[in-house]
Each structure stands twice: as C-alpha cells, then as structure tokens.
C-alpha cells in the first residue's frame, strides 16, 4: 500500500463548481499535512498547511481527521485558474521526509 | 530572490553517460532533498541532507550519489546514467518555522532524458 494516496483523477469542473479532494495515509504517526499546487512542467508550490481543526483560505478549505488518516480540500467557486494538480504532502519525521501523494489533476472548463 | 536554484534545467544523455546537477539555495536552510517525478508516481525521495557534511538515502537511491560539501549546495550525481532515470529532478530545501511548521521550497526542476 503507497503510503500517501490520493482521488486518482482527473476533475473536470465546470467554472463556479464546488470540488473535493480526498487523501489518506498510512503511517499513524504522521506529523504534519499539506496541500502543494502543481502547474504544468513547474515545481510543486505551498498552497495550505492542514490542522487538526480545519483551516480556511479564501475560496480553500482543508480538514484533517487524524482517527480515519484522511485529509480534504475543498475548492469553491473555482476559476479557471485553478486548474493544476494537487499534492497531498505528509511529514512523519520532521525536517527529514516530505511524502507526497501521487496528485490529483483538476480542469476547470468555461 | 534566489531562493533555491537548479542547474542545468534540461539535459539529454546517452545511456552510461555521467553528470551532475546542482542545487543552490541562498536561504541558510538546514536541510536539503533531491527527488524526481514521473508520471503517475508522485515526488520520491532519492537523497536528502540535514546538514553540511551529511547525506542520506531516500526512497529510491539506487544510481545515485550526492554531496553536500557547503551548506547552501547540494549535487546530485548519475555516473552511468540509464533510460529508467528519464524524469524531472526537483531539488527542495526546508526550515522549521517558529510555529514548529515545516515549509519546503523548490527548484524549478531538471528534465532529463536517458537516451
């Protein structure tokens, strides 16, 4: 089993949907929890720190359930340039091992 | 605003071939990591570095070296470069802020192709 999976993808949304990812891992000692943004042929960039209570940025919700070793974000609204793959990230030694999930990729169409 | 550099950002090889990629970062972090990204894989680790003078295997290090002589560089070596190590290289560094928080930063990658 990978130790970070994540919704195999793609979406595609129309403009002004609402989409949720989902992303589970494996090692219960996990630490820390992401979401990174890939654009096409760029480096993965920090969109979101999860917490334990659940973090809100913008039109960008991310909740962590550390019983069920699951992670969400939810995207409202979404424009068209929110199209891009999302990383699922988790620390489980920290400063020694970011593990990412294999990515998700959304489309948003007009 | 340097941030963290990689060179070359495109390279082409013959298999057996050897090279070097660089990754420079001018924030004074403390660790290093390589990885590479091939599609439908995800990032995997092949080395990292938690300080000058210290390295250590990642998730897929087989064919690779690295050094990490100075603090702000860390090399990544193929010395017989084969097809299966076709991908994009994306070096990392990383800083535990005040918050306890991790934040990991990127290079803008390497694509190489093994021919």
């Known amino acids: 089993r990978k130790e970070v999976e994540q919704d195999p993808g793609p979406f595609n949304v129309p403009e002004g949907a609402t989409v949720a990812f989902n992303c589970t891992y494996s090692?219960?000692?996990?630490?820390?929890f992401f979401w990174y943004r890939q654009d096409c042929r760029k480096e993965p960039k920090l969109l979101m720190s999860?917490?334990?209570s659940g973090n809100e940025d913008g039109r960008f919700t991310a909740q962590l359930n550390r019983a069920s070793q699951y992670i969400s974000l939810l995207i409202r609204d979404s424009k068209l340039s929110d199209s891009a793959t999302y990383l699922c990230?988790?620390?489980?030694?920290?400063?020694?091992?970011?593990?990412f999930g294999p990515g998700t990729r959304l489309s948003v169409l007009p | 605003n340097a941030g963290v550099t990689q060179t070359p950002k495109f390279r082409v090889l013959k298999t057996g071939q050897s090279m070097t990629l660089l990754c420079a970062q001018d924030?004074?972090?403390?660790?290093m990591y390589w990885y590479r990204q091939d599609p439908g894989m995800g990032l995997r680790l092949i080395h990292y570095?938690?300080?000058?003078?210290?390295?250590a295997k990642g998730e897929v290090p087989d064919g690779y070296n690295v050094s990490r002589l100075k603090k702000q560089n860390f090399l990544l070596g193929l010395e017989s470069a084969a097809p299966s190590q076709t991908s994009v290289y994306f070096c990392?560094?990383?800083?535990?802020?005040?918050?306890?928080?991790?934040?990991?930063?990127f290079g803008s990658g390497t694509q190489l192709s093994v021919l």
């Open positions: 924030m004074n972090h403390e660790y």
């Open positions: 570095s938690v300080g000058e003078g210290t390295t």
């Open positions: 990392a560094s990383s800083y535990t802020q005040p918050t306890g928080e991790e934040k990991l930063f």
């Open positions: 990230v988790v620390i489980w030694n920290y400063g020694q091992n970011f593990v």
């Open positions: 090692n219960s000692a996990s630490q820390s």
């Open positions: 999860v917490y334990s």
